[in-house]
C-alpha cells in the first residue's frame, strides 16, 4: 500500500507538465486544448497501471523520464489527418478501399484552381444569367458516348434511384433473377429499388432468364423493362441470358422504356489492350438503351460520381424530379469528370493519361523494367535479414469489375527465415506513409502494377523502417 502511495506521488502534475519547456515548445504549434487532454490521458493512464500493480518503481521512472516525448508523439498523431495517403502495392488496380481510380495530376491542378477561385458552376457567361451544372458536362458525355441527354449525379446507385424514382415509382419494374446483384457495401438492387419506390418483378432463374419470362409479366402497371450487368461476378455453365437488342425490341413492342445499370461504365473497348471484353457504354446507346447508368470512379477511371444518359425526354424527367437536388454533383466533381471525359476525346490520350487505364494495359516489359529498378533501391538498403526477389504474378482490375480477369505482372516478393512476414506486413502499414501490400504462403508481394515510379524511394525506406521495428 506504501509503494502504492509513493507510486502515485511521483506523477508530475497536469500544470507542471504544461510549463515544462518542451512542451512549451509544442504549445507554439499545437492547439493548447488538445495538448492538455494528451497530458492528462497519459497521466491516467499511469495511474491505471499503478493500480493495477503492473508497474515498478523503476519503470514509472522510465515512463516519467520520457513523458514529454509520449506526449509529444500523441499530439502529432492527433493532429494527422485521417484519411491519408497510402503506396498501393496490392496490385488492385481499382482498390475500393484504398480511393478507387487515382485523378489524372494535370486534371488535379485544374481542380485546384476551379476549388480555389470563383467559378461559373451555375453561371452562364454568353447570356450573363444562371445557368445549369450540368451544361459543363452534358455535351462532352453525349459527344463520347452518343445518347441524346446526360446528367451526372453522386454515385451510380443515386442514378438507379433517380432513374427508378423518375419513371417508375409506385409502378413495376422487369428484371432477370439472375441479374439481381448486390452492389458493395450490403447494398442490393431490390433494395435500391425498393427505395425508390418501384415495384420490382423478378422473372425466370439465377442462370437462366428467357425472352418470354419478361413478356408474360408485362401488364398495365409495368413501367420499365431493366438489365442489370453483373460486373462483379459470373455465372457459368448452364445459362442463358436475354441480349440487350432483344430487350430494346420487347420494349419498343410494347411502349416500355429499357433501362440498364452497367455499374462499372468503360468508354474504351479493352479487349484492344489484351484484357477480356466488357461491354462499353456506346455499344448500349447503340442496341437503342433509352436509360443507362454507370459509375465514373471506375473503369471509366474518374472521381466518384453516376453518370445517367439516354433519351432526352426522361432525362429531363430526371432533372426535374425533387431527389435530384439531394443527388447532385458539387464543383469538384464536375471539374474532374469534365478534364477525364475530355481525355477520352482521343482514346490513345485517355489510355496515356487516365491512371486506371494506363495501369491496366502496361505491359510485361514496362512491368519488369519497373520491377528491377525498384529491387535495386531496396538492395541499396542492405537488409541483410530479408530474401528478397522478382516473381511473376496476376493483379485484379478491382472495384467489382471484370471479376475473373487475372493480368499478368512483375511482384517484388519478400520473406524472410528471422523475421515475421505478418509483423513486416503490419509494420509497412505504421510507415509514415502507409505501405499496402499483400501475403501468401507467408511471403510479402509487392505488385509492380500499382506502384508509382516515386514511391520508389519510400518504400525501400518503408522496408527498412518495418524491419527495424520487428
Do not use: W
Request: hydrophobic letters at 40%; proline letters at 3%; aromatic letters at 4%.
Amino acid at each position: 500500500m506504501n509503494n502504492s502511495i509513493n507510486l502515485y506521488s511521483r506523477l508530475p502534475k497536469v500544470d507542471q507538465l504544461l510549463n515544462n519547456e518542451n512542451i512549451q515548445q509544442l504549445l507554439k504549434i499545437s492547439p493548447r486544448e488538445i495538448v492538455t487532454e494528451t497530458i492528462r490521458e497519459v497521466i491516467d493512464e499511469l495511474r491505471v497501471l499503478i493500480s493495477s500493480k503492473n508497474l515498478t518503481l523503476e519503470e514509472l521512472d522510465c515512463k516519467i523520464n520520457r513523458i514529454t516525448e509520449d506526449i509529444r508523439d500523441r499530439v502529432q498523431e492527433s493532429l494527422k489527418p485521417r484519411l491519408r495517403k497510402v503506396i498501393n502495392a496490392s496490385g488492385v488496380v481499382i482498390h475500393t478501399n484504398l480511393g478507387r481510380s487515382l485523378i489524372n495530376r494535370e486534371i488535379m491542378e485544374h481542380i485546384t484552381e476551379i476549388a480555389s477561385n470563383y467559378n461559373n458552376l451555375e453561371f452562364d457567361l454568353e447570356s450573363g444569367m444562371r445557368g445549369s451544372r450540368y451544361s459543363h458536362l452534358e455535351d462532352i458525355i453525349r459527344k463520347i458516348t452518343g445518347a441524346e441527354a446526360a446528367m451526372v449525379v453522386n454515385n451510380n446507385a443515386a442514378a438507379v434511384v433517380l432513374a427508378l424514382s423518375s419513371l417508375a415509382s409506385n409502378k413495376e419494374i422487369i428484371v432477370s433473377r439472375g441479374e439481381l446483384v448486390e452492389i458493395g457495401g450490403s447494398f442490393r438492387i431490390p433494395e435500391v429499388m425498393e427505395q425508390s419506390g418501384a415495384i420490382l418483378v423478378d422473372v425466370g432463374t439465377t442462370n437462366k432468364t428467357h425472352l418470354s419470362d419478361y413478356e408474360k409479366s408485362i401488364n398495365e402497371n409495368t413501367a420499365a423493362l431493366m438489365k442489370v450487368h453483373t460486373s462483379n461476378y459470373r455465372i457459368l455453365g448452364f445459362t442463358e441470358s436475354v441480349s440487350l437488342e432483344e430487350l430494346v425490341n420487347l420494349g419498343q413492342k410494347f411502349s416500355l422504356p429499357v433501362i440498364e445499370d452497367l455499374g462499372s461504365g468503360v468508354l474504351v473497348d479493352l479487349s484492344r489492350y489484351g484484357l477480356q471484353y466488357e461491354p462499353t457504354v456506346q455499344e448500349s446507346i447503340r442496341a437503342g438503351v433509352d436509360i443507362v447508368t454507370f459509375s465514373g470512379d471506375k473503369l471509366l477511371g474518374g472521381p466518384q460520381a453516376g453518370i445517367i444518359i439516354g433519351r432526352k425526354k426522361y432525362i429531363d424527367m430526371m432533372k426535374k424530379h425533387p431527389l435530384n437536388r439531394a443527388l447532385r454533383v458539387d464543383k469538384f466533381t464536375i471539374a474532374a469528370l469534365e478534364a477525364t471525359l475530355r481525355l477520352y476525346l482521343s482514346e490513345e490520350t485517355a489510355i496515356k493519361k487516365i491512371p486506371t487505364l494506363k495501369m491496366l494495359t502496361m505491359t510485361q516489359e514496362e512491368l519488369a523494367s519497373k520491377a528491377e529498378r525498384l529491387m535495386s533501391q531496396i538492395e541499396q538498403k542492405n537488409l541483410d535479414k530479408l530474401k528478397i526477389e522478382i516473381v511473376d504474378d496476376y493483379s485484379q482490375v478491382g472495384g467489382g469489375s471484370m471479376p475473373l480477369e487475372q493480368i499478368p505482372t512483375k511482384c517484388i516478393v519478400i520473406y524472410s527465415e528471422d523475421s515475421s512476414i505478418a509483423s513486416l506486413e503490419k509494420n509497412l502499414r505504421a510507415n509514415s506513409i502507409p505501405i499496402i501490400t499483400r501475403i501468401f504462403k507467408d511471403k510479402l508481394y509487392m505488385d509492380l502494377r500499382t506502384i508509382e515510379e516515386e514511391e520508389f524511394n519510400e518504400i525501400a525506406e518503408g522496408l527498412k523502417f518495418a524491419l527495424e521495428k520487428c
